[in-house]
């Protein structure tokens, strides 16, 4: 599927990524610095690197398969995401930020207490491990076919390039590779999209072909109908908002810049998201043959990248699988530099080695994070043998069943003051057992042979819509847990040490950053990452020089000029804030 013209784009994008692990290596002198980049990172690096710890190939591969079925709905999922990080933007990223932790758990013992931090800390592990391979499977698949190679072969390769990265250079590697990989991102799948709709003919017949229900944002076209969406904005909104995720903000100096990063990530969900998902549509309405292909269960699935081969010049193919293969390597990086921070950070410190200097925490946080990598890699192997079941499916449910009931009580105990610390391991329990339940009643023999009426209908209503109601059901009935723990208890709720710790916690939360704890930008990295920029970009315009069409000429300058720009404004606004001193 690829010419030696857009294998060429491939190893340099992959290449390009292992030296910026090389260039941050000696980043990590302590744990914060490791984990969360000392709190000197810009907020546009850290508001790029949420959107693309946000999503991964799977966008591109089951979500454009939903596309391709059954319409525009699936946008919903991303303005979903657009929704959660403007609550950020609102209320939650400031918060993150002020609590002064160096990782998230760090933030939920202060909150919590140290129980709840080994079993968020021993959920959040296997969970994001899980998750990590979930992600590297859904590249995979997209890959196979692009390169011809074994399915396995690729998950493996691509596993251990991202596990490189986020090992050897830590969270600064992971948020400049984040940042640099959006801006591959967002202009080649602005070209794809624009060269699939005048491929199937114009804009004209990219409206007219399509069918009617693939307009329907009510879902109801989509046999998922308005409860699907409900629950799509409740998980999305409940999961990006928990403390679990305080860990993207704590990279800033400050609340301010906080806010502006989750502004920044929120933004690009909404108008950049619209963008991913006409390639399948103008594939559907171009009556695209999609054919079969080895591991993918839907061959809809496939929908982006065979029109995408069909309709962009030579060169901008290869520039659309980095950018589409940078969607899952940001999100796994993040993760498993996060992971390495909370084993690290609430395990290995307080547990096994209380007394280890920062030089022995860096280490482990290293060695950690290849030992998830690899983890996750096996998980993606494993998920490869599943050949029933899409990745869109795989996803969702992983969402409902394992993310959800970890989320709900994060999410509540920053809103919840007063509430005692056994609701939050309480309410995982409960959200696990009514997912449990929700799960497997439907498709119980016991089900099947009730007799027609309303708990019939619910209950087939549930073993269709299984996502839908495990997710309404643990979000509802795990709010209403947590709540109700929470006014019950009373006078109860805590010791008086915890006491005194909760109270510390929101009043370091409602406080500011002070100047005296303010860090300073780095602007020596920050320019760094602009010649970063400055570097891919002439990569780009060099291909564009020697490409062997006047289309791929025009588009290829198009994504080079962005990233020359981006990487000039960087460079420009780094040197104003900070003039030299005569």
Excluded at 83 to 103: D, K, P, V
Excluded at 173 to 194: E, H, K, N, S
Excluded at 463 to 484: D, E, H
Excluded at 515 to 533: N, S, T, V, Y
Aim: hydrophobic content about 55%.
């Amino acid at each position: 599927m690829l010419s030696p013209f857009d294998y060429v784009v491939v190893l340099f994008y992959l290449l390009f990524l292992t030296s910026i692990g090389w260039f941050f290596r000696h980043t990590g002198k302590d744990t914060s610095e490791y984990f969360r980049g000392g709190g000197k990172m810009a907020w546009w690096m850290v508001g790029a690197s949420g959107f693309m710890g946000a999503f991964s190939a799977w966008t591109f591969t089951g979500a454009a398969g939903l596309a391709y079925d059954h319409g525009f709905v699936v946008i919903i999922l991303y303005w979903a995401n657009a929704l959660g990080f403007f609550f950020n933007w609102s209320y939650f990223a400031r918060m993150s930020r002020n609590s002064r932790a160096i990782t998230a758990l760090e933030a939920v013992r202060a909150r919590l207490g140290p129980v709840n931090e080994q079993v968020f800390t021993w959920l959040q592990v296997p969970f994001q491990v899980l998750q990590a391979g979930i992600w590297l499977y859904g590249l995979a698949i997209f890959c196979t076919p692009v390169f011809g190679l074994d399915l396995r072969v690729t998950i493996v390769v691509c596993g251990v390039v991202v596990v490189f990265v986020a090992a050897a250079g830590g969270s600064w590697a992971v948020v400049a590779g984040d940042f640099i990989q959006a801006l591959v991102l967002v202009p080649i799948t602005l070209v794809a999209a624009f060269t699939a709709v005048q491929y199937i003919g114009g804009p004209s017949r990219f409206l007219e072909a399509l069918p009617a229900t693939h307009w329907d944002l009510t879902a109801a076209a989509a046999d998922f109908g308005p409860w699907w969406i409900i629950a799509v904005l409740l998980e999305k909104v409940t999961n990006i908002n928990g403390l679990n995720y305080a860990s993207r903000y704590l990279c800033v100096s400050d609340g301010a810049t906080a806010r502006k990063a989750a502004l920044f990530a929120a933004l690009l969900f909404l108008v950049g998201s619209v963008f991913w998902f006409i390639p399948p549509l103008a594939a559907r309405a171009g009556g695209l043959a999609l054919g079969t292909h080895a591991g993918v269960a839907n061959p809809a699935e496939m929908s982006y990248i065979m029109i995408a081969a069909q309709c962009l010049p030579v060169g901008l193919l290869g520039l659309l699988v980095t950018g589409i293969i940078s969607s899952t390597l940001s999100s796994m990086d993040s993760g498993l530099n996060r992971n390495a921070g909370i084993f690290v950070r609430s395990f290995y410190l307080p547990v096994l080695r209380p007394a280890a200097g920062e030089k022995e925490l860096v280490l482990a946080g290293r060695l950690t994070t290849w030992a998830f990598g690899f983890l996750a890699i096996v998980m993606a192997l494993f998920y490869s043998t599943w050949r029933d079941i899409g990745v869109f499916q795989l996803m969702m449910n992983f969402s409902a069943l394992v993310a959800t009931p970890y989320a709900v009580p994060l999410f509540w105990c920053l809103l919840v003051r007063r509430s005692p610390d056994w609701a939050a391991w309480s309410t995982i329990l409960v959200c696990c057992a009514v997912g449990g339940a929700v799960s497997l009643v439907p498709q119980s023999d016991w089900a099947a042979a009730l007799a027609p009426g309303p708990v019939a209908t619910a209950l087939a209503w549930a073993k269709t819509q299984s996502y839908v109601a495990i997710t309404l059901a643990n979000v509802v009935l795990g709010s209403l847990w947590f709540l109700g723990a929470s006014v019950l208890a009373g006078q109860r709720r805590l010791t008086p040490e915890r006491t005194t710790q909760v109270a510390q916690f929101f009043r370091n939360v409602d406080t500011d950053i002070s100047p005296a704890e303010l860090e300073q930008p780095d602007d020596k990295r920050h320019l760094g990452i602009a010649l970063m920029c400055l570097v891919y970009g002439a990569f780009i315009a060099l291909l564009a020089v020697i490409s062997p069409s006047w289309s791929g000429r025009l588009w290829l300058f198009f994504c080079a000029l962005f990233m020359i720009g981006v990487g000039l404004a960087i460079r420009r606004t780094t040197r104003r804030a900070n003039p030299p001193t005569p």
